[in-house]
């Protein structure tokens, strides 16, 4: 059973950058798409950025497209997130999951079936 793990959290003023890595153990991201969510506070979790297997193909959620950028090592079995320009409202616990295919056209929450345990990203005005 493979499991997630997130890292690369914290505390940034606005503008500031951070960068997420996702790392598996006891399995492999390698022959999977893979992605980004969040979930701020009495919100729902929401798609940030998914990318396939061979990373040719990425997407990203209009609220971070020209700031993050989602990019993986299947060679060590890594995902990561590089986040730029951090706004106050990028404020969540940030998810890595895996999907249960190769590619993907919408990055439904539904279509991954394995989750880390999240990552916490405050921005402060």
């Known amino acids: 059973q493979v499991q997630l793990v997130e890292s690369g959290g914290g505390l940034v003023q606005a503008g500031g950058s951070l960068r997420l890595s996702c790392a598996a153990s006891?399995?492999?991201?390698?022959?999977?798409?893979m992605g980004w969510f969040r979930q701020a506070p009495g919100k729902e979790r929401e798609f940030v950025a998914g990318?396939?297997?061979?990373?040719?193909?990425?997407s990203y959620a209009d609220s971070v497209k020209g700031r993050f950028t989602i990019s993986r090592d299947n060679a060590k079995s890594s995902v990561y997130l590089q986040m730029n320009n951090l706004k106050p409202e990028d404020t969540a616990v940030y998810y890595c999951?895996?999907?249960?295919?190769?590619?993907?056209?919408?990055?439904?929450?539904?279509?991954?079936?394995?989750w880390g345990q999240g990552t916490q990203v405050t921005v402060s005005s």
């Open positions: 999951a895996r999907h249960r295919g190769v590619v993907s056209t919408a990055y439904e929450v539904t279509e991954f079936n394995a």
């Open positions: 006891g399995g492999t991201l390698s022959y999977n798409a």
């Open positions: 990318i396939s297997r061979s990373g040719a193909s990425t």
